[in-house]
């Protein structure tokens, strides 16, 4: 038993760092400013939140205690990390940023 | 083997957080290193934890909520200087 919760939070957390990597992949690779905030801010999100919940799984089979600043954390990350998401591309174009040369959709232009 | 993963779960943490400086560094412009600064903020949440996990206490929980919004505090001031070049208006009537 304590060894499946234990495997579980190693999964968790390899998980976690797994959709790391993969969004510093995506802002090294990726043309430009939209596209790169497209694969940070959900990848690295989704991330975080598995590695909070490893954590929270690790505190609960150690200490067996259930830590709720973790959890409290979880909701905030949650909650916050796609409003900034949205912030900085919205200032990106209004602040004149190009978009990738091969885009084919600007939806936006003709309310500049 | 727990260890093992936590010294996995390290290296790729550091491996990410060397993406987001290069893009920090190299970025053409100024949201593409908002972006990297976002993403590392995020990142020194995942060290906080595993560091937690590492020294076995749960002492640093708190610096993982602080982080997060101190983190979204500052994308929100930068967000708002690049759109309307001033983070608090003094115009009362807008």
Redesign the interface.
Same mark, same amino acid.
């Given at each position: 038993m304590i060894a499946i919760v234990e495997i579980l939070s190693a999964l968790f957390l390899l998980m976690g760092v797994f959709l790391f990597l993969v969004s510093a992949f995506g802002i090294i690779r990726l043309p430009d400013v939209y596209t790169r905030n497209h694969a940070v801010s959900k990848s690295s999100t989704l991330g975080i939140l598995f590695i909070l919940i490893g954590t929270l799984l690790f505190f609960f089979h150690q200490h067996g205690h259930f830590d709720f600043r973790i959890v409290l954390a979880i909701i905030f990350i949650f909650m916050t990390s796609p409003v900034a998401g949205h912030l900085i591309n919205r200032s990106a174009y209004h602040s004149g940023v190009k978009m990738w040369d091969q885009s084919v959709q600007d939806d936006l232009k003709k309310r500049r | !083997?727990?260890d093992l %993963?936590?010294k =996995?779960?390290l290296l790729? %943490?550091s491996?990410? !957080? *060397? #993406?987001?400086l290069?893009?920090l560094i190299k970025g053409p @412009? *100024?949201?593409?290193r908002?972006?990297?600064l976002?993403?590392i903020g =995020?990142?020194l949440?995942?060290f906080v934890?595993?560091a @937690? =996990?590492v020294m076995?206490t #749960?002492a640093y929980? &708190?610096a =993982?909520?602080l982080l997060?919004?101190l @983190?979204?505090i500052g994308? *929100?001031a930068? %967000?708002?200087f690049? &759109?309307k070049g001033e983070i608090i208006e003094d115009d009362r009537n807008r």
């Open positions: - | !083997m727990f %993963a936590l =996995i779960a790729g %943490a491996l990410s !957080m *060397v #993406g987001f290069y893009r @412009s *100024v949201p593409d908002v972006v990297a976002d993403a =995020i990142n949440i995942a934890a595993l @937690s =996990i076995d #749960g929980l &708190e =993982i909520l997060g919004i @983190s979204f994308t *929100v930068f %967000a708002k690049l &759109e």
